[in-house]
């Protein structure tokens, strides 16, 4: 049952222009959302979190939207560079559990 | 940097061998996870260890996998009678959890990527 759901496997996109990725959730107790990026044959590292006492965290060019009434998060990274290319995870987690839920991940492409 | 690290790197074995997967967390880290990730998946959570708290074992997939954590630091992951379907790349993550969990952050190590011929 994937409680976390990446709906695009990949995305193209050219550089200097925004790239949205998008995470849908079922579980209505996860409080706290992050996402991850992953280059090939390394692990994934942080990039940014959203607690559900908010919509909005930003981070340089990273912003993470929150809609919860949606079970909706989206990342958006503006403006897209070459470098950004990597495979983003968005997960979640209860405040109650110790498990994070993880996507199935979105190939991201940045085309120069 | 001081990072997780993980060892092996990869790892190719027959199937029915029993296979032992090691993760050194970051020290003073008192939160460590397993993960694995198969082809075209995501992240499936293994186990949780917290301290000197019983272990969240809610994610092993049989009771071919078990882990320790030793003295609260290194952690080993053994799958015996390894099968084929125990190929992905297994990924350990530690984290400074304190209280309710906000703001927890995982680190990953680079994991291990393990093929069952």
């Known amino acids: 049952d994937q409680q976390v759901k990446q709906n695009s496997p990949s995305l193209s996109v050219q550089e200097g222009r925004i790239s ?5 959730y079922t579980n209505s107790m996860f ?5 991850y990026k992953k280059y090939p044959a390394e692990g994934p590292t942080f990039l940014i979190s959203i607690s559900s006492i908010k919509d909005k965290n930003e981070d340089g060019r990273f ?3 929150l809609n919860k009434s949606a ?7 503006v403006p897209s560079q070459p470098g950004d290319s990597a495979v983003y995870f968005c997960a979640a987690r209860s405040n109650t559990g110790n498990q994070f839920y993880f996507g199935t991940g979105t190939s991201l492409t940045v085309i120069p | 940097g001081a990072g997780v690290s993980q060892s092996p790197s990869n790892k190719v074995t027959e199937k029915g061998k029993d296979v032992e997967l ?34 969240d074992k809610s994610g092993l997939p049989s009771d ?26 297994y ?19 680079p994991g291990t990527r393990l093929l069952v011929l």
């Open chain 1, 63 to 65: 912003t993470v939207f």
């Open chain 2, 64 to 89: 071919r996998f078990s882990a320790e954590r030793t003295g609260g630091s290194v952690s080993t992951l053994t799958i015996q009678r390894t099968q084929q379907e125990d190929s992905a790349v």
């Open chain 1, 31 to 35: 409080d706290y959302f992050l996402w």
């Open chain 2, 91 to 109: 990924l350990c993550a530690s984290s400074l959890r304190i209280g309710l969990g906000y703001q927890e952050t995982q680190y990953f190590g």
């Open chain 1, 71 to 77: 079970k909706h998060l989206s990342l958006h990274i």
């Open chain 2, 22 to 55: 090691r993760c050194d967390p970051i020290s003073g880290h008192t939160a460590l996870y397993w993960y694995r990730q198969s082809l075209g998946q995501g992240l499936e959570f293994l186990i949780y260890f917290q301290g000197n708290s019983a272990p």
């Open chain 1, 20 to 24: 949205i990725l998008n995470c849908d």
